[in-house]
């Protein structure tokens, strides 16, 4: 794997990959028709995570997720590791604080996340609501998705 933008050299087995995610499979088998070889590149994936990533497929299971879910659960949904995801949806809805609770709850929209994870950091927004809307997260969410922002504003309703 060549991975970031320095396309730094880390090791994996391709059969594993391919085995476990369908996105890894396609991208091994364009590289083979294409060039002939067996080397990718993740461009987008920085070298913490692409290690934390490898991790979780040798042993299922990531030390240190809870440090590093967000960056690693764009990339357990971009190359389908279904399990990884969950992991890290449990991760935000440990970690969920007035100051990330906008920023988990747009990205777990975004990726249509199991609605449990969803409706647990939904609520944490409308039990802390006096908080967390005085954060710039949640006064840029106006822009950026609109219709979230009245699934908060009618779940604040709800619990009031």
Do not use: W
């Not at 995610?21 to 028709?33: D, G």
């Not at 879910?69 to 604080?97: I, W």
């Amino acid at each position: 794997l060549l991975v970031g933008d320095k396309k730094t050299k880390i090791l994996a087995h391709k059969l594993i990959l391919t085995t476990c995610s369908p996105v890894f499979a396609a991208e091994f088998s364009y590289q083979l028709k294409i060039k002939g070889g067996n080397e990718i590149t993740l461009p987008d994936m920085d070298p913490e995570v692409c290690e934390k990533l490898l991790e979780y497929i040798y042993t299922e299971n990531v030390t240190g997720l809870d440090e590093i879910a967000e960056r690693l659960y764009e990339q357990a949904v971009k190359h389908q590791l279904t399990a990884l995801k969950k992991l890290c949806e449990d991760s935000f809805c440990r970690g969920v604080t007035v100051e990330n609770a906008v920023k988990y709850l747009v990205l777990l929209d975004r990726h249509h996340a199991d609605k449990k994870f969803f409706d647990n950091v939904l609520r944490f927004i409308a039990l802390n609501s006096k908080t967390v809307i005085k954060t710039p997260e949640f006064k840029e969410l106006e822009k950026i998705n609109p219709g979230l922002l009245t699934t908060i504003v009618t779940m604040i309703a709800s619990v009031k």
